[in-house]
Each structure stands twice: as structure tokens, then as C-alpha cells.
T-cell receptor, first 114, second 112 residues
Framework: AQSVTQLDSHVSVSEGTPVLLRCNYS??????LFWYVQHPNKGLQLLLK??????LVKGINGFEAEFKKSETSFHLTKPSAHMSDAAEYFC????????????FGKGTTLSVSS | NAGVTQTPKFRVLKTGQSMTLLCAQD?????MYWYRQDPGMGLRLIHY???????AKGEVPDGYNVSRLKKQNFLLGLESAAPSQTSVYFC???????????FGPGTRLTVL
């Protein structure tokens, strides 16, 4: 069975400090992994995607994530937080099987203070 | 290129009323999805479609029906709304099941 766990429901950082949002996954197959961001009252936007190419994936707005198969993790990082990064972030796994659907984590709310 | 659009953006229903949510995409995607988002639950898949004329159940299909008569449109129906269906509904589409999903802006539904 496939599953995804976001280890923190809420992360608070100061502007200019690093961001780390943690995600662990479980998959019987070689998965695709995604991070999506949702700003208040908006739809979801893709930040980045891993599809078994390079294990370090760079996304939009300075975010990146590293796929670590041995740790079954796909943590999202950014070197320096900006106020506009405050949003909810979802780690998502695709089992890569026809007829299956994306599996969403429950989300991590990122707060950024000045 | 509008991407994925949803109508309406907001709706308030009384228990037992019916309504249809419309999702439209202009990217020629084969796959379309309906999700609901509830606080602390992430997104849960209601129904999805792998092509025109085909639909399938997702994780939480009870109380909902869908239709995909045209490739670009995916309709979500509530035949008899219940307060438990108060939620934000998102539509998404993709070329293939492994591809990036593109999301609409959401419909906020309240059932009294």
C-alpha cells in the first residue's frame, strides 16, 4: 500500500532563515513524488516533481527537494524564507499505476515572521 | 489559455437540495479528477475520469455522481446534499496518471 506522511503539521520560521518541511512515503512501486503549494483561498500549484531522474530536484521560487530511497523521504527545503512563502504545502505520491490516484499528505502550514 | 476553471466559486445549499459543479480544462488532458479538501485531511479523491465517457470511484465517492460527456468537461453532482458535504471542492486534470496535475481554483460549498 502507498502512503505519505508529513511529519509536521505546522512549521514557523523567520524571514531569511532556512525552511525544512519533512515528508516520508511508503510505496510498493517506484513512485513519482511531488510537492504542491496552496496559498490562502487559492488552488494548488506544483512546486517540484521527482520522477526517478536526478535525486535532487529543483523547483520554483528557490525550493528544492531530495529523494532518499534508503530513508523513504522527500523533504522540501529552501535556504532563505520569504514572507510570500507562507502557505500550506502538500507532499504527494503517485504510485505510477494505471487506475490509481495521487495520494496526498495532510499538509504542513508554513508561517513566516518578519 | 485558461487552464482549469470551476463554476461556481461559492454555493450555499440546504440539506436535501441538489447541485452540479462544473470543471472545464483547455489543455486537452485525458485525465480529470474531483477532490474534496477538509481541514487537517489533505485532499481526498472523490471520482476521476481517464477519458471521455469513462469515470471511476475514488476514495470518498458516496453521495456524489460524475459525468464526462465531453473531454474538456467533468461534472460533479450532489443529488441530495448533506451537511457532511460541506467542503472545498477542487478539480484537476493531467495528460496521464503519472503526470503533473493542474488544479482549478476551487468551489467552496456549504450545506446547511
Amino acid at each position: 500500500a502507498q502512503s505519505v506522511t508529513q511529519l509536521d503539521s505546522h512549521v514557523s520560521v523567520s524571514e531569511g532563515t532556512p525552511v525544512l518541511l519533512r515528508c516520508n512515503y511508503s510505496s510498493s512501486y517506484s513512485p513519482s513524488l511531488f510537492w504542491y503549494v496552496q496559498h490562502p483561498n487559492k488552488g494548488l500549484q506544483l512546486l517540484l516533481k521527482y520522477t526517478s531522474a536526478a535525486t535532487l530536484v529543483k523547483g520554483i521560487n528557490g525550493f528544492e527537494a531530495e529523494f532518499k530511497k534508503s530513508e523513504t523521504s522527500f523533504h522540501l527545503t529552501k535556504p532563505s524564507a520569504h514572507m510570500s512563502d507562507a502557505a500550506e504545502y502538500f507532499c504527494v505520491v503517485s504510485p505510477n499505476q494505471a487506475g490509481t490516484a495521487l495520494i496526498f499528505g495532510k499538509g504542513t502550514t508554513l508561517s513566516v515572521s518578519s | 489559455n485558461a487552464g482549469v476553471t470551476q463554476t461556481p466559486k461559492f454555493r450555499v445549499l440546504k440539506t436535501g437540495q441538489s447541485m452540479t459543479l462544473l470543471c472545464a480544462q483547455d489543455m486537452n488532458h485525458e485525465y480529470m479528477y474531483w477532490y474534496r479538501q477538509d481541514p487537517g485531511m489533505g485532499l481526498r479523491l472523490i471520482h476521476y475520469s481517464v477519458g471521455e465517457g469513462t469515470t471511476a470511484k475514488g476514495e470518498v465517492p458516496d453521495g456524489y455522481n460524475v459525468s464526462r460527456l465531453k473531454k474538456q468537461n467533468f461534472l460533479l453532482g450532489l443529488e441530495s446534499a448533506a451537511p457532511s458535504q460541506t467542503s472545498v471542492y477542487f478539480c484537476a486534470s493531467s495528460y496521464f496518471y503519472t503526470d503533473t496535475q493542474y488544479f482549478g481554483p476551487g468551489t467552496r460549498l456549504t450545506v446547511l
